[in-house]
Each structure stands twice: as structure tokens, then as C-alpha cells.
């Protein structure tokens, strides 16, 4: 028994060092591909126009104090510090969180001044009837369902539409190390699933930010027909039974199986839910063109 699990541990780990190894191949053939600096000065050197020599040997320069800031970024110490501030990130997401779900809500945290309530045609009566409170409390429907949904980062299927429509919250949970982090995902009671709570934790090299692994929960359907993963037909043959035939399918439940996804893609994921998802979950939840959030922010 002990020997089988040692052989899928050390077929796992061969696994993960073969995913990490194609990863620096990549990162070593871009670098491999970029021209070094002498490179650049060589090429500047052929151009006679002084004043052109002069403009972009000073923007190399800057180039390479461009790449020098860079690098700095993998350092340790600086990853430490910079998830730090990265922190505030979380905290903000957290109280986005209460105010969707009606959570938690502090007096000031949806309070407008007259002007505005006068600018967005809010109705002031509502304040003083005391429906302040019912709106504190009363939860943004299908928040987290439609920002992910509007996401279109993940494969979706009918089945998994269908779940999503019990999703209530979503939770990012930074570790102590401040770089990895964990992904909470909670669901109303629903006909499909045991879990009410679906995790996904992210664990990062400190040096190079990459993804080094993930923890994955267990997911328990509640029958094999409930698992949107899965893809159940019968066929008949003639003079046979009928043969039950299982497929697996594209689903966004898919991320919660560590042999339905590889380090590749869960490193894209990460990077997705961080750095694109959490800053940008209200232009998700309100579908946004994605190309306008930039310009929105500008405004």
C-alpha cells in the first residue's frame, strides 16, 4: 500500500518539476530571443544622424533602467512588502463583499449626501420611512453569479449555470506570507451538492512569482448525474443492453480537480482572480465591455 503511494507521489512530483521545467523553457527562449545590450548599442552605432544617435542611445538607457526596476520586482523581500500594500486590495474586496451580501454593513458605509442622492434620483423619503436598514441588509441578487459569469474567463455548461445560481460569495483569503492565497466559493443548499463551501488555495515561489502548486477540495455530488464535470449517455446496441457512458466536459467545477487542470493553468487562473477579478468585480457584476474598464477609470 505504502509503496503505491509513493510511486503516485513521486509520478505527481515528476509531473509538477515537468510543468515548472516548461515554464523556464519559455522564460529562458524569451530572454533567448530578446538582443542583449551591446546588441542595441551595435545597432544605434550604424545610424549617422547625430542628433538620432544621441536620442536613442539616451532611450536605451532608459530602457535598461526600465528592466533594472523590473527585476527588482522578484526579489523576495520586495514581494513581501509589495503583497503588503497588496493587503488593502483584500480589505476593500472585503467590504465589497459585505455590502453585496448586506453583511456586516457600518452606519457610513452607504451613506450619500444630498446632492447625490439628488444626482443618482434617489428618493429620500425611503430614509426617513426607516428603509435604510432593509437596504443594508438586503443582499445585491446573483452578485458573485453574474460578475463571474460576465468574467468569460471559465468554461461554463448548462449544469454548471445552474449551480451558479446558488453561488452567494465569493472570499479571498490572503496567508500569512502575503503572496499566496486562498479562494473561498459559497453556495446556498441546492439539489446538486453536499459542499456548501468549495476551496482552492494558491502557493507561489517567492523568488519568481510563479505557482509552485494548489490545494484542491473534494467536491460531493450528490449523484453522478448532479456532477457537471461529467457527461452521462446511454447507448444501445443491437441485441445488447443498454451501456451507461461517462465523458468528462469542460466546467467551471473543473478547477477543483487536480487532474482536470495542470500548473499552467492554474497559474493563469490565479493571476485572473487577483489581478483582474478582484480589482475589477463591480465593472464584472454590471458587464462592461472589458476593453471600457480602463477608460471608465480614467473618468
Not at 443594508?136 to 468574467?151: D, G, L, Q, V, Y
Request: proline residues 3%.
Amino acid at each position: 500500500m505504502s509503496e503505491n503511494i509513493v510511486k503516485e507521489e513521486t509520478k505527481e512530483d515528476k509531473k509538477n518539476e515537468s510543468e515548472n521545467i516548461d515554464i523556464n523553457k519559455k522564460t529562458n527562449k524569451k530572454k533567448e530571443e530578446e538582443p542583449d545590450d551591446q546588441d542595441i548599442i551595435d545597432e544605434i552605432k550604424k545610424v549617422e544622424n547625430p542628433i538620432l544617435k544621441t536620442k536613442l542611445l539616451y532611450l536605451n538607457k532608459l530602457n535598461t533602467d526600465l528592466i533594472d526596476t523590473k527585476q527588482i520586482n522578484y526579489k523576495p523581500e520586495y514581494v513581501i512588502l509589495r503583497n503588503k500594500y497588496e493587503l488593502k486590495y483584500f480589505d476593500i474586496y472585503q467590504k465589497i463583499i459585505d455590502i453585496a451580501i448586506g453583511n456586516n454593513i457600518s452606519d457610513d458605509s452607504l451613506s450619500l449626501t444630498k446632492e447625490e442622492m439628488e444626482k443618482y434620483n434617489i428618493i429620500e423619503n425611503e430614509k426617513k420611512e426607516g428603509n435604510e436598514e432593509k437596504v443594508k441588509k438586503k443582499p445585491i441578487e446573483s452578485f458573485f453569479t453574474k460578475a463571474i459569469r460576465n468574467a468569460k474567463f471559465f468554461s461554463f455548461n448548462k449544469k454548471d449555470s445552474n449551480i451558479l445560481d446558488y453561488l452567494v460569495n465569493i472570499k479571498f483569503i490572503p496567508l500569512e506570507n502575503k503572496v499566496d492565497f486562498k479562494v473561498e466559493y459559497y453556495f446556498n443548499k441546492n439539489p446538486y451538492m453536499e459542499n456548501e463551501i468549495l476551496t482552492k488555495t494558491y502557493y507561489f515561489n517567492l523568488k519568481n512569482e510563479r505557482l509552485m502548486k494548489c490545494d484542491y477540495c473534494d467536491i460531493k455530488w450528490v449523484d453522478i448525474e448532479s456532477n457537471p464535470t461529467k457527461r452521462i449517455k446511454k447507448k444501445k446496441k443491437a441485441g445488447t443492453k443498454n451501456q451507461t457512458v461517462v465523458q468528462d466536459i469542460d466546467s467551471f467545477f473543473n478547477m477543483f480537480y487536480k487532474n482536470k487542470t495542470n500548473l499552467l493553468m492554474d497559474d493563469s487562473e490565479a493571476r485572473f482572480l487577483k489581478e483582474d477579478f478582484l480589482p475589477n468585480l463591480l465593472e464584472y457584476y454590471l458587464n462592461f465591455p472589458r476593453d471600457d474598464i480602463e477608460d471608465v477609470k480614467k473618468k
